[in-house]
């Protein structure tokens, strides 16, 4: 069973900075894609940046590049991804969701197999 578990959230003071971590473990477990997501109450689940199996390639959405950049350390059997959040803005508070294994769409859709139980991020003015 592939789980993933989420670390890193709190608050800070706008400018200030986060990572985020993302353990995923399972027997077998590999994936094509592993993406972190925010939502806010209330509205939808957006995709916030994405690395695709070895890290050979990242995506971004347009809020946060130049300030936000995953990456990714893969073991066997493990799988731990990185969200560093540089510059952060009032607007980036939101629960943040680590996601793994898109079934289809794009990377910023919410279409994954596996999702993390979420780590809040709350950044003050």
């Known amino acids: 069973q592939v789980q993933l578990v989420e670390s890193g959230g709190g608050s800070v003071q706008a400018g200030g900075s986060l990572r985020l971590s993302c353990v995923a473990s399972g027997y077998g477990y590999s994936s094509n894609y592993m993406s972190w997501f925010r939502q806010d109450p209330g509205k939808e689940r957006v995709g916030v940046a994405a690395t695709d199996r070895g890290g050979s390639n990242t995506y971004y959405a347009d809020p946060v590049k130049g300030r936000f950049t995953i990456s990714q350390n893969n073991a066997k059997n493990t799988n731990t991804v990185y969200l560093q959040m540089n510059s952060l803005k009032p607007e980036d508070t939101a629960m943040y969701y680590c996601?793994?294994?898109?079934?289809?769409?794009?990377?910023?859709?919410?279409?994954?197999?596996?999702w993390g139980q979420g780590t809040q991020v709350v950044v003050s003015s």
């Open positions: 996601a793994a294994t898109l079934y289809g769409g794009a990377w910023y859709e919410p279409k994954y197999f596996y």
